[in-house]
């Protein structure tokens, strides 16, 4: 019987098609290879690193939701008595004043004008809107609108001639107050504790540009939590 040796790599006819991959690779695949080999591993970002930057971003998201959307107001004197007691704290909103005016029985947060005071430059007015500032912020009720006359006779307060009802006041104002027209783009303002607060009747009326928000929320105490 003749027997028939097992095929081995001396046997194989090297002509014969192979079904295995050919091993050789091209230039570019064996320099890709050799790039990812031998290039280092990442780093790890350091923990303090990523807590700075964390800070940062936080800061300047709040710069710019007190700037744009709100802010907390804390009331120090007692010209907005009885409806705002001192200590109260308030959220001042801002976002309705992008798209409509301050309306006569709003409670408003500005920047009062002052007598001489130079106009601000771009620079002041971009650090004012940011909050940056060392002027002293108000808090008014508005009484009088845009081309309004506004006079005050016998302690009540008259609109273009016409007596304005007012439940909120402390008390009647003792003084009388000649009648002033408001100009465009201005409003008469005035505290509730008429006989107790520094508005309109002492440093006259205020631009629309001084407003910085409405009273949108009183958060303490929180017994009298709501609105204002």
């Known amino acids: 019987m003749k027997h028939n040796p097992e095929p081995n790599e001396s046997n194989i006819d090297p002509a014969a098609p192979s079904d295995l991959p050919d091993p050789e690779f091209s230039a570019e695949q064996l320099a890709a290879a050799k790039a990812v080999v031998s290039s280092p591993p990442a780093k790890k970002r350091s923990k303090s ?45 801002k976002v309705s004043y992008y798209f409509t005016n301050p309306d006569r029985g709003e409670i408003v947060v500005f920047y009062p004008p002052q007598a001489g005071q130079p106009e601000l430059d771009a620079w002041q007015r971009v650090m004012r809107w940011l909050g940056f500032t060392t002027e002293a912020a108000y808090i008014k009720r508005v009484v009088g609108l845009p081309g309004e006359t506004v006079m005050v006779s016998n302690g009540v307060v008259y609109i273009n001639d016409k007596p304005l009802n007012e439940s909120y006041i402390k008390a009647p104002p003792y003084s009388d107050m000649a009648p002033i027209t408001v100009p465009s783009e201005s409003y008469f303002m005035m505290g509730d504790n008429r006989n ?30 709501g609105s204002p």
Not at 197 to 221: A, E
């Open 49 to 93: 690193l990523e807590l700075i930057e964390t800070i940062i971003v936080a800061v300047l998201l709040a710069v710019v939701i007190r700037a744009v959307v709100a802010e907390a107001r804390f009331i120090p004197s007692g010209s907005m008595l009885p409806t705002l007691q001192i200590g109260d704290r308030l959220i001042v909103e």
């Open 196 to 225: 107790n607060s520094r508005d309109s009747r002492v440093w006259g009326t205020l631009p629309r540009k001084n407003v910085i928000g409405r009273t949108f929320l009183r958060f303490w105490p929180l017994t009298a939590i």
